[in-house]
């Protein structure tokens, strides 16, 4: 295999964090080839050498971000903290990599047509609902959740997330899509509990 130069690899990054900025902003479809590369100050054939073209620079860059999410994510797991620290620290994750996500972006993702997009969002979706049901039984076993907590519940209601990401009438109850992600998040993991008062 032909080495990467250092010229093309800097293009590259420019272009995945370019079109990462405009279709988190804006969503896929809206934004063109043209509006990336002008961005990202480069040529349209910049650009085809790097990518075959919009569909696989998204498929690109989503995998990128599902994959730093996932790094993230195994990094918390494995701190040497209590269960419901290492919670804290994931909604902190989620707060971090919601930002900026606007309702466009919500749509293009739960509703692409772009098969190759669809399996890549399917593969990641199931294999971090596997980690987190393999961290919280591990944290039930050693009595750091509720023993009576129904895990399966708990990963149902993950799964029905996508389905209240695209509900017009939640959506409308929140300024943007973040602030809606973060009440989910929060709803799951923490239910409608207060701190415990002494």
Known sequence: MKPVSKKKAKSYTIIMDTAKTLFWKYGFKRVTVEEICKEAMVSKMTFYRNFENKNNLAEQVLVREMERGSRAYDTIMALPVPF?????KFVQLKHELSQDISEEF???IYKTDNKSLQFRIESNRKEMLSKLRSDL??????????SNLKIDFVIYMLQ???E?????RLISMYKNPHDLIMELTNFIFYGLLTEKRS
């Open 84 to 88: 419901v620290d290492k919670i804290a």
């Open 106 to 108: 919500i749509k293009d």
């Open 137 to 146: 039984k591990k944290a039930q076993n050693i009595g750091e959740i509720r």
């Open 160 to 162: 029905s997330l996508n």
């Open 164 to 168: 209240k990401m695209l509900d017009q």
